[in-house]
């Protein structure tokens, strides 16, 4: 503290006014230097959304940029203080090799968004099942990726567990196939039971025509004939005309006469007769 104390009484003016310009200039460097880079990733990001590039990808390059123009502002600031940036540099190679080592999983995260972003599994609005759990694409960061799930909730999802499963695109066609299985009594007539669906399914005005949609019997189940109806409908459609014809049909089939069976089981007991 004494050697300190007797270093500052030594200072004159003249080099206290230059230190504090230095400090001043660097942190105008720095302040000035950050506006500037978010402005010229901010344009760039502008830029390729006028070209027809994808959000998703814009903000992940924007997002790149902007990290590599704000360390070099900061060097920039540092080096208006008269210290050597040069050691600096290899002192923050060295951290970040450290660093990089500590936080692999990290790097990983990264390394899966470019993948991401490069091949494009998905981009910003469609539906997906990825890295165990389903929702539509908001966002995909550089370490994360953000879904939003039907119910209104944000699930953030590390780019590394949804490159290292695989990926469900719901939305990657216009068209979906519903898959329902629909089961008769076995005393019932099954040209009745087809005809009814097939008619409850064209008369449906969201159902398409091409393809056209497949009726055949699946299986002779315990408790019933199951058919496997498949139409095809616009993947936007998809839930609301799967709910609807479920619906539709139990209730034709029951006005055609046709059995909605379901399992049950008959118990008979049989009295010992005594001596």
């Known amino acids: 503290m004494d050697a300190i104390t007797e270093y500052l009484n030594n200072l004159d003016t003249a080099t206290l006014l230059a230190w504090a310009w230095k400090v001043l200039a660097a942190l105008l460097i720095f302040v000035i230097g950050r ?35 704000l360390v070099a502002v900061i060097i920039a600031a540092v080096s208006q203080l008269g210290i050597q940036t ?10 970040g090799l450290a660093v990089g080592l500590a936080l692999q999983n990290s790097l990983g995260n990264f390394a899966s968004g470019v993948m991401l972003v490069l091949f494009r599994p998905f981009t910003r609005g469609d539906f997906v099942e990825a890295g165990g759990t389903s929702g539509t694409v908001e966002e995909v960061g550089i370490f994360n990726t953000v879904l939003n799930t039907p119910d209104n909730r944000r699930i953030i999802v590390p780019n590394g567990q949804i490159t290292s499963d695989s990926i469900t695109n719901y939305s990657a066609y216009d068209t979906r196939r519903i898959d329902l299985i629909i089961g008769v009594g076995y005393g019932d007539d099954l040209k009745i039971a087809r005809d009814t669906i097939d008619r409850t399914l064209r008369a449906h005005d969201k159902v398409l025509e091409d393809p ?4 055949l019997v699946m ?26 014809l479920l619906e539709a ?24 007769e005594s001596d």
């Open 35 to 69: 506006w500037v880079a978010k402005a010229v990733s901010a344009f760039l990001a502008r830029l390729m959304r006028k070209r027809g590039i994808d959000d998703m990808l814009s903000n992940f390059l924007s997002a790149i940029l902007y990290a590599i123009l």
């Open 86 to 95: 040069t050691p600096l540099v290899a002192v923050l190679g060295a951290a």
């Open 212 to 215: 056209e949609p497949a009726i």
């Open 219 to 244: 299986e002779l189940a315990d408790s019933s004939v199951n058919f496997a109806v498949r139409p095809w409908v616009l993947s936007s459609d998809y839930w609301v005309v799967r709910g609807e």
């Open 249 to 272: 049909i139990k209730a034709e089939l029951e006005a055609a006469g046709c059995e909605i069976p379901f399992p049950q089981r008959d118990v008979h007991l049989h009295q010992a």
